[in-house]
């Protein structure tokens, strides 16, 4: 069952994020973005599918995709505590996204080499949507942070809010004993490269994180998870079963 | 806000071999996040190749006061329309 769990780790992170940025939908602060923001959780929730059916499939108990997505209470969860930070401001929302797709962008291409069929097809497709996530929120941090003094201050605010989950992401969780996933601990010069890059341009450090936060790997989350949850899976448990 | 963003003309090449067509307008901070902006508001069907972005204020276009004297001496002269030929059946499609 490693396997399962640890997919279902990534399906996690993927599906929460996903949810985020789609309750910018309709807020965004501009109409491009209102378009831009709502089309990166599609390649997340896309991606999240792909993993809960096959999550689904390897557990072998009869569970649906969405059984999985709506009928699991937060302890249940396994995604980082990076994915469910709220949105905050525009400057939080990009700078999550910049986090993960930095992370997740080397970690698809280490997988594009597993042995298992599923995993290497997810990958090549999330290799390519990863890519254009970094760009897209990455062009974004590059701006804020070195664009006005509201925009600069209100970016430093996001990377020290943020910071302290960005450890977690590294850690193993459950595909330690999963051969077919890549380790997560060997994205980090990647990842550390990629911020770099974009942070020298964007005027910001990287703070030291003397207490990183960590737990979503075993189910404990922070307290904005549990009503993400309560309003994400509200009709599906109002309409068991409903399809559309 | 958007009054101080420039606007931004996108133009997408639906396949290759096909000339880039305009398909609207967007604003954005400057071309690479007019790029960005066109690749997400443009292309979200599968409608392109290629995309160019041309700042709205490097378009020069024709006053439509001129619009009679530009475009009505054409009106009658229907010579320069290919269909006084005869075509061949041989050609085929034309």
């Given amino acids: 069952m490693a396997l399962m769990d640890a997919v279902l780790e990534l399906a996690d992170d993927h599906l929460v994020l996903g949810h985020r940025l789609s309750e910018w939908c309709g807020h965004a602060p501009m109409l491009e973005e209102d378009l831009a923001l709502p089309n990166m959780a599609l390649d997340l929730i896309g991606t999240a599918r792909t993993l809960y059916d096959y999550a689904a499939k390897l557990e072998g108990q009869g569970r649906s995709e969405d059984d999985i997505a709506y009928l699991r209470g937060e302890r249940e969860y396994r995604n980082c505590l990076l994915v469910e930070r709220p949105n905050e401001d525009f400057a939080h929302t990009v700078l999550r996204q910049f986090f993960f797709a930095a992370f997740m962008h080397p970690y698809w291409h280490a997988a594009q080499d597993s042995d298992d069929e599923v995993i290497r097809g997810v990958a090549g497709k999330a290799v390519k949507e990863m890519a254009y996530h970094i760009r897209h929120a990455g062009e974004w941090v590059i701006r804020l942070g070195d664009g006005t003094e509201e925009s600069a201050q209100r970016m430093r605010d996001a990377v020290e809010a943020l910071s302290i989950y960005t450890a977690e992401l590294f850690e193993e969780g459950a595909a330690e004993g999963a051969p077919a996933l890549p380790s997560r601990a060997a994205q980090r010069e990647a990842w550390d490269a990629t911020i770099a890059h974009v942070f020298a341009e964007a005027q910001l450090e990287m703070p030291e994180v003397p207490f990183p936060q960590t737990g979503g790997r075993k189910g404990l989350h922070g307290e904005g998870l549990g009503h993400m949850l309560a309003e994400m899976q509200s009709v599906y448990r109002a309409h068991p079963g409903a399809t559309w | ?94």
Avoid: C
């Fill in chain 2, 1 to 94: 806000m958007s009054g101080e963003i420039p606007l931004w003309e996108v133009f997408i090449r639906p396949r290759n071999g096909l000339a880039h067509k305009h398909v609207g307008s967007l604003h954005a901070a400057d071309e690479v996040m007019a790029l960005n902006a066109a690749r997400d508001v443009y292309t979200r069907r599968g409608e392109g190749t290629s995309i160019w972005v041309v700042p709205s204020r490097a378009i020069t276009a024709s006053d439509p006061d001129q619009a009679e004297e530009n475009f009505e001496p054409t009106a009658d002269k229907i010579y320069r329309h290919p269909t006084f030929y005869e075509i061949p059946d041989d050609v085929g499609h034309m």
